[in-house]
């Protein structure tokens, strides 16, 4: 089996030497980096809370700034260790602010060209959400999901996952004492550039469980990133077995990828339905640790033409979801090339959404974003999957047409 997903430039020779990162690690992680270069324990709880308000507060990129922590340390650190973040192979604004990042991850073996990934920043007006993936692919095989018509290649690492929201501050200019570059998002109540994060690109994130888990506990620390986990939503196609861990170790929202009422339906969307049907996927949810009306389950929606779409469908979901505190988020479809769905018409989807309204749930249509750069839901790495190094030049023309468009 191959498992490369996109083509890759040529080997850089630095690529095999690289020396490894610090920046995404747990602080057990930074312990250990310490240890390594034989730095006594008793010092060490004090070393790593330096290194975290280094790399994670002030987001450096070279240990030579990290004045509180003595020379001699510090080019021992820089001797074994790097600051490296993945590298940005591209970068795309939208006509609608959404950024979409393309990553190349450090390479894991002397074989590996360095996995790509995508990462898409949303402005908003009361928020700034990014969207990070857990895996490179997906082993799940959700038949409108374009990531799921891709091979999966590995699970993300933690610090891989962490990078991910480090390159968006980075590239926004949203760490302390860096400005932000012409036409980012400037929110308006003083918070964060990214105040929000949701799991929903590439990958189940519920299959990467520690990576994840691990990940949050770093994004959500509040001597760091400080991403509160009310923040944070983890999106699952429904892995029932570990939504209550979910909700217990990682304490994020939770959103469900429904996409149907019946099981037969949901069985065809989301193959993984056979496994955990929709009634133990619904009792998971009731359960979930911390469930409450300040803190409701978020159930995904995607309307397919002819599909998932009717009145009946609507007033089944209502029924279903009665007793659950719950958001319902209506997705149009995002067609991709060869898919065999199409997005329902625009008076279907606010039809289904006044019946779902009228039950009392909010039920906001999720606009789409950045459909000019693909990089909205399911869309995910589907150009540069199947182009490749012609795609990264596509994207940076891309870039530069949105750059030439930008107000
Ligand atoms: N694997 C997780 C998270 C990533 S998918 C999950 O399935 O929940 C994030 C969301 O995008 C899911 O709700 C998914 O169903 C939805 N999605 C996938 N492909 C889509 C498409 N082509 N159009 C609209 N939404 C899509
Ligand atoms: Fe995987 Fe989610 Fe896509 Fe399904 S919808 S294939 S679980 S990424």
Not at 221 to 226: F, I, M, N, P, T
């Amino acid at each position: 089996m191959n498992l490369s997903v996109t083509e890759a430039a040529p080997l850089a020779a630095e690529s095999v030497v690289r020396r490894p990162s610090l920046v995404g690690r747990t602080r057990a992680g930074l312990d250990a980096a310490l240890a390594e270069i034989g730095v006594p324990e008793k010092e060490r709880r004090m070393r790593v809370g330096q290194l975290w308000n280094w790399i994670y507060h002030y987001g450096v990129r070279d240990f030579q700034e990290m004045t509180t922590i003595g020379k001699g340390l510090r080019a021992q650190l820089a001797e074994r260790f790097s600051l490296d973040l993945p590298e940005v192979t591209a970068e795309q604004v939208s006509s609608d602010g959404t950024r979409k990042w393309l990553l190349r991850m450090a390479p894991t073996g002397p074989r590996d060209r360095g996995a790509e990934i995508e990462c898409v920043y949303i402005p908003e007006v009361d928020r700034g959400t990014l969207c990070v993936s857990s895996q490179v692919g997906c082993t799940l095989t959700c038949t409108f999901c374009h990531t799921g018509t891709q091979r999966l290649v590995r699970n993300l690492t933690t610090e891989e996952i962490v990078a991910q929201l480090m390159v968006a501050r980075d590239r926004l200019g949203d760490f302390p004492n860096r400005s932000a570059p012409d036409g980012a998002f400037v929110p308006n109540d003083g918070g964060r550039f990214v105040s929000n994060i949701v799991f929903m690109g590439m990958g189940e994130p519920l299959y990467n469980f520690d990576g994840v888990r691990d990940a949050i506990a770093v994004i959500s620390d509040d001597q760091g990133l400080s991403l509160g986990r009310r923040r944070i939503t983890v999106s699952t196609s429904g892995v029932v077995p570990q939504i209550e861990a979910l909700g217990a170790e990682m304490g994020t929202m939770l959103a469900i990828s429904l996409h149907a009422v019946r099981d037969d339906l949901r069985n065809e969307l989301v193959p993984l339905n056979k496994k955990y049907p929709i009634k133990d996927l619904l009792d998971a949810c009731r359960n979930y640790p911390g469930l409450s009306n300040a803190k409701r389950i978020t159930f995904e929606y995607v309307m397919l033409k002819g599909v998932n779409d009717s009145d009946a469908e609507a007033r089944e979901l209502v029924r279903l979801l009665k007793g659950i505190p719950a958001k319902i988020n209506l997705i149009p479809f995002n067609p991709w090339p060869g898919t065999r769905y199409e997005c329902s018409d625009w008076e279907r989807i606010e039809r289904f959404s006044e019946i779902v309204f009228k039950a009392g749930y909010a039920s906001p249509v999720r606009t789409p974003r950045g459909r000019d750069i693909l990089a909205a839901c399911g869309q995910l790495k589907s150009e540069t999957e199947k182009l490749s190094a012609r795609a990264r030049l596509m994207l940076e023309q891309g870039e530069a047409d949105a750059a030439a468009t930008a107000h």
